[in-house]
């Protein structure tokens, strides 16, 4: 619980905190959402998993859910970041935590999928759903140059970039593995988490180089790489992988994020109208998507004698007779385009209510985007 509590709370405040506009106010604003989403997740996730006799039990494994849950809702606000303000935030998270875990509850309860680092209900389906939202609010005549400086990253923010990194390092395994109920599993989600991370960032070193005039690569992208290369072993981190697989599909989404940001970002801007100011799309959202592939792969090769005891751990149904490896990879590879039409169709409805006139303040652009700014009349006391 207290890895995940770190990440959620400080490494993704710390992932928007190296753009310049933002980075004094990032971990407060970060906090602020994250307050009110773990509390609703709560609530709503409580009916789904926690009820019984009329009441709502809390406990360590509710508050990990919950936190899960507010990492998807902090994904998807790094997409639309500069063009929502702290209401539309809010209701933003209010709208995507009650979707994101009606998600949840159907993949991993009715279902049956195996996701225990969520690659689909937390970094597929944050990232889509944020995409979505940023293209519904898209606006035609927004002047472009504003939208680059809030992309803008100076040096000095650098050091955010720094820390961040460092914490994804350290807690992030932590993350991966926090639902893996018996040590055995636990084991193997910490292991190939750290052998995907070690390939993704040596990638980045190989690759930024030859897509960007700087000779190093700068702390914002090998934080952008440890992301990547933790999420493609979301679902396929508690698998059998094996520590060679973990570093070829980590050193793959490593190349595949720097292209990403190189050559599909200005097509997503310029043709798909739709500003990622974070680079979602690249750190979740395809690694999300080939993490899903992956853990469907590594289903379907699933076998007593690969897994040993470990089968029923990860693979309850399979190990108890009820399914064939042949469906549960079937079912594992389904869950990807449900969770994609739910991101999708709850982005779209997210941001049609986000755009309405008596929401669609935004900050002073005189002023940094992460300020707040209330005018208060007081009339006779």
Known sequence: FQGVHVQVLLSFGLLVAFLTRYGPGSAAIIILIAAFAIQWAVLIQGFYYFFLNGKIYVGAQSLVSADFCTAAVLISIGAVLGRVNPVQMLLL???????????????????????????????????????????????????????????????????FAVVGTIYLWIFWPSFTSATTAHDSAENWAVLNTYFALVGSAVATFILSPVLCEESTPRMVQIQDATLAGMAVMGMAGEMLVTPFGALIAGFLVGLISPLGFRFFTPVLHS?????????????????????????????????????????????????????????????????????????????????AILKTKALRCSPDPQYKENAVFCEVKLGNC
């Open 93 to 159: 998270a209010l709208l995507e935590v009650t979707l994101c875990s009606l998600n949840e509850y159907i993949l991993l309860s009715l279902m049956g999928v195996s996701d225990s680092g969520r690659s689909l209900t937390v970094h597929t389906f944050g990232a889509y759903f944020g995409l979505v939202v940023s293209r519904v609010l898209y606006q035609p005549h927004e002047d472009k140059r504003r939208r680059e400086e809030q992309q803008d990253t100076g040096q000095q923010r650098d050091v």
């Open 271 to 351: 043709r798909l109208k739709t500003q990622d100011t974070c680079g979602v799309h690249n750190i979740h959202g395809l690694p999300g998507i080939l993490g899903a592939l992956l853990g469907t792969l590594l289903t379907l090769l699933a076998t007593a004698d690969t897994h040993g005891d470990r089968l029923e751990l990860v693979f309850p149904l399979v190990a108890q007779g009820s399914r064939t490896v042949t469906d549960q990879a079937l079912i594992q590879l389904g869950a990807l385009p449900l969770t994609l039409l739910f991101a999708a169709l709850g982005g779209w409805v997210t941001g």
